[in-house]
């Protein structure tokens, strides 16, 4: 039997208030202040920033997912009915991938810490783009309330920054 086996996985149920974990280490950006009107607007869910100090992007959450971009940018992972879209940089789509890796794949289930994207930070850098990891809860609106828990400072991978209530 192999020692890891991705099929007979099955994530944990999500207990509500749901608490999401920051998806990498750095510095908090506060919603209005990301440098992206769209996620700043909240057209793509209430989000959070993060200016991250490596470019290990981890699970927010146990989860599967259901979506992971060719460019290897972006990535979301479900989470009972919460769908959180993990977006590497600020128009970074642009990069066609360069500096980016997968590390999973469509309907792989996850555990909250385990990695999910890399993104090389020199070279976003270099080629002039914001490196700002945007977490969003892209169906905000099927929930009563989403909401920081944090509006400032630093954090780890795995702190908790968003709130999901039902």
């Known amino acids: 039997m192999p020692l890891f086996s991705f099929a007979n996985k099955t994530p944990a149920p999500v207990v ?4 999401l974990s920051a998806p990498v280490a750095g510095d908090v950006v506060p919603m209005p202040a990301l440098k992206d009107e769209a996620f700043a607007g909240g057209a793509l ?8 100090e490596d470019g290990k992007i981890v699970a927010p959450i146990d989860g599967t997912v259901s979506e992971v971009t060719e460019t290897a940018h972006a990535a ?9 879209l993990i977006h590497a940089g600020i128009h970074t789509v642009n990069m066609k991938g360069e500096g980016f890796k997968n590390h999973v794949k469509l309907g ?3 555990r909250r810490g385990e990695p999910v994207l890399t993104m090389d930070l020199w070279k976003v ?28 400072g630093k954090v780890k991978a795995g702190d908790g920054v968003l709130k999901v209530s039902k």
């Open 125 to 152: 850098r270099n080629a002039g783009y914001d490196d700002t990891v945007i977490m969003a809860v892209s169906n905000t609106k099927d929930f009563a309330k989403v909401e920081a828990l944090v509006s400032g």
């Open 16 to 19: 509500f208030p749901a608490e």
């Open 45 to 52: 869910g209430q989000c959070i920033g993060i200016k991250p």
């Open 76 to 84: 979301v992972i479900k989470a009972g009915e919460i769908e959180i």
């Open 108 to 110: 792989q289930v996850v």
